[in-house]
């Protein structure tokens, strides 16, 4: 008896052991399973990704992401789709809430400086550019981009010394001659804009920047014999939606309308999964006033990219051309809420109101906008499409302000483009911190940097400042990296 329970004592204790041997065989087998599944979906992303087909990828990562949150590899490909679809907010999102988990943090910098860089938060791409130069020296595309943005606000003389540090880490890199070029080319250097164009194309003939700006420099030139077979060649070599989208744009915005049509076309057809397509083919329809299908379009590209902040501002406009001006002004507040760089929504916001008979909300909307950014307003009171109506509802101002009051006075003067006598008017209006901002704006659009501080300081001391719309605003462009200005801001949000 006792060797009967001996022996079923052991031969409980073997199979006890033998079945933790066979569930650890199997749990390491679904380990391998697991990781095999991970990597096949993956890899799956990546390839619809390649393929243009962007909406089943970011289900597929979407879904993945709500099984397992911290998925880290599938939150950086959702990422990027969002990027390519242009819903640069949402991209961001996701990269700053990884960005200290992500074992390449400068390459995951780099991608959240590029969202900014889009939205035309140039501070703030410069900043993160700047912290990726710090941790990863030798990351190339950083030091470009860093002259890309100073060559933005204009000063080129930083952009150059940024450019020439790219050219220290790798001077065959073709894109550093190409960003050369477009600085070049903005200050109206053609011919060496040329040569350095020359010389990134020699380095690499299929730089997709350097092709776009070859043709743009040949439109310039009036080279237009050469210009369309350079045109043609683009299309063979970059057979692809973003290549037939910048052709079609190419043609619309220099009046060749029928030409451009077969580029937007062939734009949907290599990509029907892509939101810029869909915004390409409306602005062709909208071009030829079928607004119908304009909005059709426009709204499908709204669809993929619900946070597509340049379509909410096109359909703004086709509304304008409707007359359906309350749901223009909706548009232009929806687009300027997901990308404040387009403030010239609150000029057209003016218009809109205007066109309803509404004039003093339409000077109010004007005056936002030239507080907003006084170089851009100037810009754009310059231009033939918007300045007229711009005159015609500043033309009314008085109708609704005091003629005595030095702050108005000094106001309209701004607004009709007479800065200098606006100066002394601003200067009498004592504790008011928007006559304060308005003087040191001025101050720093005419070099007066001690000056533009000091009247600076005093509107800070007066009233808690939006550091967002301050550092948006390119009248500030020339102090926006001195550390008495960042630090009178206050801290980031």
């Known amino acids: 008896m006792k060797k009967l329970l001996y022996f079923l004592v052991i031969s409980i204790i073997l199979l006890s052991n033998c079945s933790s041997q066979i569930s650890k065989n199997d749990a390491e087998k679904a380990a391998i399973k697991n990781e095999k599944s991970e990597s096949d979906e993956i890899n799956e992303i990546k390839r619809l990704i390649k393929e243009n087909k962007l909406r089943e990828a970011k289900e597929i990562a979407e879904t993945k992401i709500r099984k397992d949150p911290d998925n880290i590899p599938v939150m950086l490909l959702l990422a990027e789709i969002l990027y390519i679809q242009k819903d640069y907010l949402s991209s961001l999102e996701i990269l700053k809430n990884i960005v200290d988990k992500v074992e390449d943090k400068p390459k995951v910098l780099l991608s959240i400086g590029h969202n900014y860089y889009y939205l035309r938060e140039y501070y703030n791409a410069l900043s993160t550019y700047k912290k990726v130069v710090e941790i990863d020296p030798m990351l190339l595309d950083a030091y470009i981009k860093i002259g890309d943005i100073y060559s933005e606000w204009g000063n080129f003389k930083k952009a150059s010394e940024w450019y020439n540090k790219a050219i220290e880490i790798d001077k065959r890199s073709a894109e550093i001659y190409v960003s050369m070029a477009k600085m070049n080319f903005e200050m109206k250097l053609i011919k060496k804009a040329q040569n350095l164009l020359k010389e990134a194309l020699y380095i690499n003939p299929m730089s997709f920047e350097g092709r776009k700006l070859e043709i743009i420099i040949l439109y310039e030139t009036k080279n237009y014999k050469e210009l369309e077979e350079k045109a043609k060649s683009f299309i063979n070599d970059f057979n692809n939606p973003d290549g037939f989208l910048f052709i079609g744009k190419f043609y619309l915005e220099n009046n060749k309308v029928k030409e451009s049509y077969q580029y937007f076309i062939n734009a949907l057809e290599k990509g029907k999964e892509y939101a810029p397509s869909y915004n390409g083919m409306g602005n062709y329809y909208y071009e030829t006033n079928d607004f119908n299908k304009s909005e059709y379009f426009y709204n499908k590209a709204l669809e993929l990219n619900p946070k597509y902040a340049e379509v909410y501002y096109n359909l703004g406009l086709l509304k304008i051309k409707t007359s359906e001006y309350d749901t223009a002004i909706k548009y232009f507040k929806k687009a300027y809420s997901l990308n404040k760089s387009l403030n010239t929504s609150l000029a057209i916001i003016g218009l809109a109101y205007y066109k309803k008979g509404e004039e003093k909300k ?132």
């Open 362 to 493: 339409a000077i109010e909307s004007v005056i936002d906008f030239y507080i907003t950014d006084a170089l851009l307003y100037s810009n754009t009171l310059r231009s033939e499409k918007y300045g007229p109506f711009i005159g015609n509802i500043v033309a009314n101002y008085w109708k609704y302000y005091d003629r005595n009051d030095n702050y108005h006075k000094a106001l309209y003067l701004l607004l009709v483009e007479s800065p200098s006598g606006a100066i002394s008017l601003l200067e009498k209006t004592k504790d008011n911190p928007i006559s304060y901002f308005l003087l040191s704006r001025l101050y720093f659009i005419n070099n007066q940097e001690e000056k533009g501080k000091d009247a600076f300081l005093k509107y800070v001391n007066l009233e808690k400042p939006n550091r967002e719309l301050i550092l948006l605003d390119s009248s500030f462009n020339s102090v926006k990296e001195k550390e008495w200005f960042i630090n009178s801001l206050g801290p980031k949000n």
